[in-house]
């Protein structure tokens, strides 16, 4: 463990100006609050926080940010209390640590519940300092250097991974790739200990087998090439760790020996004109891998990451991969974000907020407002932290950075929301394609936008970024509650009018009362969703007006239209009668859900008045004037014979209907069965478009399914 003056000294050395006064109370300080607590290992707790300060003096962090590396225990595992930081150190160092603070374990909660309360209490503390993440991640790093002491193995399992799956990322995301790689190779250990015990003999095997100067030797005659060639390099390499060595066999399914990039080699040169001429004279010597080229400084990671990668290979066959970048972006990618913080970077002026140029953060913290679950939340931060990057163009040149796998959907989101929420179509290259199309690294995006489109409940399935998905389901969810409140407004008007009298003008206002619910909205939601029965509403609003026998209460005076209600949101047409206008339904409504619309002769609604079940209300509901067309499942047998698919697709456009999906369901020398979704604006139109396909010659019979 560091001493008191080892700890300031290593701080002083890089600061001369620190308040080393302050450093010395938060010591103490932190000793005294800790007292006779013990680590698992059986080290005096304190060592954690002395050795967490420690990491973060390799970085050249400020005094406020050691301070609030040794104090950042005291809060939630001593009698410390955040007043009392706040008088000793100032407000700055106690919002700090409060923003490190881990927050107590609710047993009441679910494991996912604890682990999104803690994320998002964390995320909003990093929105506010950057610091609070870099005091976080020097936390959780040397946590997973003395995770071994714990005994349990399941408490370590869940330790190791909770380290892979948030804070390794998070430490990739800001660019400090050496905190990122130690955090994935002590939590891999924990996680697959036979593979990482393979994988780390294998590697040891494979130096005694080359006399253990294999790496030496490669990077002198790389810097031989380089000097020659007038540029001053320094060259180190080195053999990349085990989980990455893991995660490649993993992902092209190959076995250690079939790997031939095992190896990794970094030249720090001069200058940017020097890091081109050194990637020239790299390729002139050896062959490059296709594919394995990538220049980050023209066109740098989200998180600043500069330097140009590339693959080449070298003698015996063997493929190297190496990095070419100067001494300010290894500083980068060594320190990422901490490098804003160093010392030398603030001297004489306040630090530089690297947080304000980081727009994944602003995303992540845009996240807690649109995230309605604990499952949800956790789902959408990680998106945002993990996925590997490409990069596309606005037509005026501006470079937007989107995970592989994005859609235009995700680009028109990330330009901005209102965008994202008004897309209709898109151009990618001059080219209107569907908002579904994969993009591609260098394609230029143009989103074509409509005031009159909103998101939709497709769009789901479509987008990948957290923040498309947010903004969606926030407007579906905001859509669902306004469709919801409608419909239980029509439901309402219709328990009003079984009341045995005229309903008194404050009676609604005593109903929320009894139900204790907070307004109508809210009354509303709950008749609709059924939550509530309407024996349960009608003797809140007038007591005793239900009685014994509300069960068979008079059926409804009138249906219910589901005219401007929105379909998959208020009400949803049932996949197994696929009902469209023009068909007599009757709606399902199940609690807490929506409205289940079926055809009156479905065969699962004669399942359900058998079973005669409690849950299940049946409401009479009925087609809007304006309602718009649905899609119909029909089945339609054809002679085996070309052209047979071509002439039902003519005949299906011919009636304006449009095929939404199409499936072979059987097929044998004579004739196939085809199962068509067709989008129809009503049953007539639907019995028209049945009629014309039987009196095709090739069509042996069309029936509706």
């Not at 005094?63 to 930081?85: F, G, N």
């Not at 506010?128 to 714990?150: C, E, P, S, W, Y």
């Not at 031939?260 to 200058?271: L, Y």
């Amino acid at each position: 463990m560091l001493r008191q003056y080892e700890l300031i000294d290593r701080v002083l050395d890089y600061d001369p100006d620190a308040n080393e006064a302050m450093l010395n109370r938060a010591y103490v300080f932190s000793v005294n609050a800790h007292g006779t607590q013990k680590r698992a290992n059986g080290d005096p707790y304190f060592s954690h926080p002395i050795e967490v300060a420690g990491i973060l003096t390799e970085l050249h962090l400020d005094d406020e940010t050691i301070a609030t590396a040794i104090l950042h225990d005291t809060v939630e595992d001593t009698v410390a209390t955040p007043e009392e930081i706040e008088r000793i150190f100032g407000a700055n160092i106690a919002r700090l640590v409060d923003g490190v603070t881990k927050l107590s374990k609710i047993e009441a909660q679910t494991e996912n519940e604890r682990a999104a309360e803690n994320l998002r209490k964390f995320l909003m503390a990093m929105s506010g300092d950057i610091r609070v993440l870099l005091v976080k991640l020097a936390d959780r790093l040397h946590n997973m250097r003395t995770l071994h002491f714990i005994p349990k193995p399941e408490k370590r399992r869940r330790i190791a991974k909770e380290t892979m799956d948030i804070y390794a990322p998070l430490a990739e995301r800001i660019g400090m790739y050496e905190f990122m790689k130690e955090m994935q190779t002590l939590a891999f250990a924990q996680l697959e200990p036979e593979a990482y015990e393979s994988i780390t003999r294998r590697l040891e095997q494979l130096k005694e087998g080359s006399g253990g100067d294999r790496i030496a030797k490669i990077g002198s005659g790389l810097k031989l090439l380089l000097g020659r060639g007038g540029v001053d390099a320094q060259v180190s390499g080195r053999e990349k760790h085990p989980y990455s060595i893991w995660r490649k066999m993993q992902e092209r399914h190959i076995s250690f020996e079939q790997l031939s990039d095992i190896m990794a080699f970094r030249a720090i040169v001069p200058t940017i004109e020097d890091c081109y001429r050194a990637l020239g004279l790299i390729h002139r010597r050896w062959p490059a891998v296709p594919g394995r080229f990538k220049d980050y400084i023209s066109t740098p990671k989200r998180n600043g990451y500069r330097s140009l990668h590339t693959s080449v290979i070298h003698a015996e066959n063997r493929r190297i991969e190496i990095q070419i970048r100067t001494p300010d972006m290894h500083a980068e990618a060594e320190f990422g974000l901490a490098a804003h913080w160093a010392y030398k970077q603030s001297v004489g002026a306040h630090p530089v907020r690297p947080d304000q140029q980081q727009d994944w953060i602003k995303d992540l913290v845009e996240i807690l407002d649109t995230a309605e679950t604990p499952e949800e939340l956790l789902e959408h931060t990680r998106i945002a932290m993990y996925q590997d990057r490409i990069f596309a163009f606005t037509p005026k040149g501006e470079l937007i950075q989107l995970p592989k796998g994005a859609t235009p959907i995700d680009f028109a989101y990330a330009v901005h929301t209102d965008l994202g929420d008004q897309a209709v179509g898109a151009k990618v290259n001059g080219r209107v394609v569907p908002l579904s199309t994969v993009l591609e690294n260098g394609d230029q995006v143009q989103v074509l936008r409509s005031k009159a489109q909103v998101p939709q409940p497709a769009w789901l399935k479509v987008a990948i970024t957290a923040k498309a998905l947010a903004a969606i389901r926030r407007h579906l969810r905001n859509e669902e509650r306004e469709q919801t409140i409608a419909l239980g407004r029509k439901l309402y008007d219709d328990i009003v009018q079984r009341l045995p009298a005229t309903l008194a003008d404050h009676a609604i206002d005593e109903a929320l009362k009894r139900l204790k619910l907070a307004d109508e909205p809210a009354l509303m939601q709950a008749i609709a969703r059924r939550t509530l029965t309407d024996g349960e509403v009608m003797e809140a609003l007038m007591p005793g007006s239900a009685g014994a026998d509300v069960a068979h209460a008079p059926p409804q005076s009138s249906a219910i239209s589901i005219e401007g209600l929105a379909p998959g949101v208020a009400y949803e047409l049932a996949d197994c009668c696929h009902p469209v206008p023009g068909d007599r339904i009757v709606g399902l409504r199940r609690p807490d859900a929506s409205i289940e619309v079926h055809a009156i002769d479905c065969r699962v609604l004669a399942d359900l008045a058998e079973r005669s079940e409690d849950e299940t209300d049946w409401i009479d509901v009925q087609w809007g004037h304006a309602t718009e067309g649905a899609t119909a499942r029909i089945s339609v047998e054809v002679r085996n014979q070309p052209g047979a698919l071509g002439m039902l697709a003519t005949i299906i456009g011919q009636h304006k209907a449009n095929i939404i999906n199409l499936r072979l369901d059987n097929r044998d020398t004579q004739f196939h069965t085809n199962v068509i979704d067709v989008e129809v604006h009503d049953a007539h139109q639907l019995m028209r478009l049945l009629s014309a396909l039987r009196a095709a010659d090739a069509v042996n019979a069309a029936e509706r399914l």
